[in-house]
């Protein structure tokens, strides 16, 4: 389906890409004060149908004036609401820390803060991020803006639908088992998960584990590439922390891609169900896509025990949090946290380093792939959007859910072999809702994936998402 008839009533600032607002704050033409106060009016627009920023801080907000020679220069943006933001209530998504005010922010935000992010708001996010459905007991449910009877995906789901409806113009999303790319893939934006190190790094009280990443999302390519570079670069707080590379994201990403070599598989070799409406949709992406400087065929690589690695990653990182939480809090966690954590307490050493062996396999399988594709391309997520009170598929294309983790399987390959993946939107189902690409890219190969999406993007010919919620 062609992309559906959609409107957008919001301040016409919002509109804006977000590399033109910082143009024009550098320039003096806009304020922050401006934007704010555009935001804000947007908020209350589509807030009581969507749900997406939980809490505001605009107080806090017009106190942080950022210089004009900052690479964000003032511009308002989003932090999810598992990221600490000093002063301003950060729940998690649990009871238990529903009135959680944190004295200190994540260092992320102060990075943010310091290349002249303005936080103006949390979005909402699952219980401790965990479901691919952004709902939980503090805020309610995250509504999709293309249907708001329908889910929008998680754990950055308000992160996603911010952006989705014009409410902010980049917003900071997270992602271990797709919870980054689900949103954006379902929302119609572009969400990027950079490889470990990159844009921050896991928790405080798991430092050196690189399963869950921090990661930008927006309304496009080149506004992904310029909030990457703002979130990234050494820091010695992150025990992976890397360097930013010598040239900037967004400088990079407009520049000409040349000859781009792809490989499509539509199942990862069978691994992950597919619908085949969300496959219809993206072969006839992929076919437009065959162009005299796009090389595209259909492979994938061997990916053996792909499942298992994941699934022990996520135990080691779902206990090592639980361990340092308090039962105040972990007493309120939803039954899928609950399963989460006796899954993981019923691992083994054994188990962790058979995982550790299998993942090094993975990584050198993928190593080799790169030498001769620049990416892999597949789904995001295999079905389209569920109603928002369908917590997850209980089956996929006929293939029965053993939990809410299986229906994520596209996701898992990115996370274990540790690479860079981008969800590009690429068309819309026959019932008009988003669809997107993941594009999987080389070991710390941001810069190539994003000029590679970029030239897709721009190759495709799809307006940027900006919408008012569709009610059905």
């Given at each position: 389906m062609t992309r559906p008839d959609t409107s957008f009533t919001g301040p016409e600032l919002c509109a804006k890409p977000a590399r033109e607002i910082v143009t024009l704050l550098r320039?003096?033409?806009?304020?922050?004060?401006?934007?704010?106060?555009?935001?804000?009016?947007?908020?209350?627009?589509?807030?009581?149908?969507?749900?997406?920023?939980?809490?505001?801080?605009?107080?806090r907000a017009r106190a942080r004036p950022a210089p004009k020679d900052s690479l964000l220069a003032g511009l308002p943006?989003?932090?999810?609401?598992?990221?600490?933001?000093?002063?301003?209530?950060?729940?998690?998504?649990?009871?238990?820390?529903?009135?959680?005010?944190p004295t200190a922010s994540d260092p992320l935000v102060l990075r943010l803060e310091s290349r002249g992010g303005v936080v103006l708001g949390k979005t909402n996010t699952p219980e401790m991020g965990a479901g691919a459905n952004t709902f939980n007991?503090?805020?309610?449910?995250?509504?999709?803006p293309w249907n708001t009877a329908m889910n929008a995906a998680g754990s950055s789901g308000g992160a996603a639908v911010s952006l989705a409806t014009g409410e902010l113009w980049l917003s900071h999303g997270s992602d271990f088992g797709g919870s980054l790319r689900s949103p954006a893939n379902y929302c119609g934006i572009v969400g990027l998960r950079p490889s470990p190190g990159i844009a921050g790094g896991s928790s405080a009280h798991l430092g050196f584990t690189n399963g869950g990443v921090e990661g930008p999302m927006a309304r496009d390519?080149?506004?992904?590439?310029?909030?990457?570079d703002a979130m990234a670069g050494f820091d010695p707080v992150w025990p992976i922390s890397f360097p930013a590379p010598d040239r900037p994201y967004l400088e990079t990403a407009r520049q000409d891609a040349g000859t781009i070599r792809i490989a499509y598989t539509s199942d990862l070799n069978g691994f992950a169900a597919v619908t085949s409406e969300i496959d219809t949709v993206l072969r006839s992406a992929i076919d437009s896509l065959r162009l005299p400087s796009i090389e595209v065929e259909e492979y994938c690589p061997d990916l053996p025990r792909l499942d298992e690695t994941?699934?022990?990653?996520?135990?080691?990182?779902?206990?090592?949090?639980?361990?340092?939480?308090?039962?105040?809090?972990?007493?309120?966690?939803?039954?899928?946290?609950?399963?989460?954590?006796?899954?993981?307490?019923?691992?083994?050493?054994?188990?962790?380093?058979?995982?550790?062996?299998?993942?090094?396999?993975?990584?050198?399988t993928m190593a080799a792939f790169f030498e001769t594709h620049d990416v892999l391309a597949c789904p995001v997520n295999g079905l389209a959007p569920l109603p928002v009170e369908i917590e997850y598929p209980t089956e996929v294309a006929g293939r029965p859910m053993r939990d809410y983790i299986d229906w994520l399987q596209f996701a898992f390959l990115a996370?274990?072999?540790?690479?860079?993946?981008?969800?590009?939107?690429?068309?819309?189902?026959?019932?008009?809702?988003?669809?997107?690409?993941?594009?999987?890219?080389?070991?710390?190969g941001e810069a190539r994936l994003l000029q590679v999406a970029h030239t897709l993007e721009q190759a495709l010919s799809l307006p940027v998402t900006l919408i008012d919620p569709i009610t059905s």
């Open positions: 320039s003096g033409d806009l304020t922050t004060q401006d934007l704010i106060k555009a935001s804000l009016t947007r908020m209350d627009q589509v807030e009581p149908q969507v749900n997406a920023v939980v809490t505001r801080c605009p107080e943006i989003g932090i999810k609401d598992l990221s600490p933001v000093e002063g301003v209530r950060t729940t998690f998504g649990t009871k238990g820390m529903a009135n959680h005010v007991a503090v805020f309610g449910a995250t509504r999709n390519v080149l506004d992904c590439a310029l909030f990457l994941f699934r022990a990653l996520r135990c080691l990182s779902f206990m090592g949090s639980y361990q340092v939480t308090p039962e105040s809090v972990t007493r309120h966690y939803k039954d899928t946290i609950k399963g989460n954590l006796a899954d993981a307490r019923a691992m083994t050493f054994d188990d962790y380093a058979q995982a550790e062996r299998d993942r090094a396999a993975i990584y050198n996370t274990v072999a540790g690479l860079p993946a981008l969800s590009l939107p690429v068309g819309f189902t026959p019932s008009g809702m988003p669809v997107g690409l993941q594009l999987i890219g080389p070991p710390r």
